[in-house]
């Protein structure tokens, strides 16, 4: 069956830390992958994704991902975290032999100082 | 110029009532979606409409009626609501079925 697996539920890390958050697929073939970010009390907004080509895609806020075939994997990263990043981030897979995206349980991230 | 919006934020009712829930888009895309999240965050996609036909409707109680008179438009009419009805509930659009989607604002169903 088709998932999306978001392993960590909340990740707290410092202020200008690192950030990974982690995505996982189960799909036959290559899906179109998608982050998004949701900030209290309002809508999700795209961050970055891929359809084809490159594997490590660039998207807005300083954020990246890379798409690993070999791992189903599709993994957010952002080198320094600012508190303004504090919010709920989805992984969501778009299936393209239907018409359904799947959105993963999500990664509330916190941001101390 | 809001891309996705909704109609109306909050929502405060009673059980038992009908209330109607309102989604424009202005993007010029084909697809449309409801989507309910639930109190842990939880996105779940609930019917999906591409040029006015409905291609997705997951398992929803009959209560919820989407409406689609225009690509640009999508309502979302609900009967004789209950308590579980409760939930945050998200429009969006795509060019494309499967490809990125924009949201709505969202709006805060609360049954009493």
């Known amino acids: 069956a088709q998932s999306v697996t978001q392993p960590d539920i909340h990740i707290t890390v410092s202020e200008g830390a690192s950030l990974e958050l982690r995505c996982n697929y189960s799909?036959?073939?290559?899906?179109?992958l998608f982050w998004y970010v949701q900030s209290p009390g309002q809508g999700l907004q795209l961050l970055l994704k891929y359809f084809s080509g490159d594997t490590l895609v660039q998207g807005i806020k300083g954020f990246e991902a890379e798409f690993k075939r070999s791992q189903s994997s599709f993994n957010l990263r952002k080198p320094s975290v600012h508190w303004s990043d504090a919010a709920e981030y989805f992984c969501?897979?778009?299936?393209?032999?239907?018409?359904?995206?799947?959105f993963g349980a999500g990664t509330r991230l916190f941001v101390k100082a | 110029d809001t891309a996705v919006s909704q109609t109306p934020k909050y929502l405060v009712t009673q059980m038992g009532n009908d209330k109607s829930i309102k989604c424009e888009q202005n993007l010029g895309h084909d697809t449309m979606y409801w989507y309910k999240q639930d109190s842990k965050k939880f996105l779940k996609i609930m019917f999906s409409y591409n040029n006015k036909e409905l291609i997705i409707n997951e398992t929803v109680p009959n209560r919820f009626s989407p409406k689609s008179p225009d690509k640009a438009h999508l309502n979302l009419h609900i009967n004789s609501l209950e308590l579980g009805d409760s939930a945050v509930y998200f429009c969006a659009s795509s060019v494309r079925t499967a490809g990125e989607q924009y949201f709505g604002p969202g709006t805060r169903l609360t049954v009493t």
């Open positions: 799909y036959g073939a290559t899906p179109y």
């Open positions: 969501a897979v778009g299936y393209t032999g239907g018409f359904k995206t799947i």
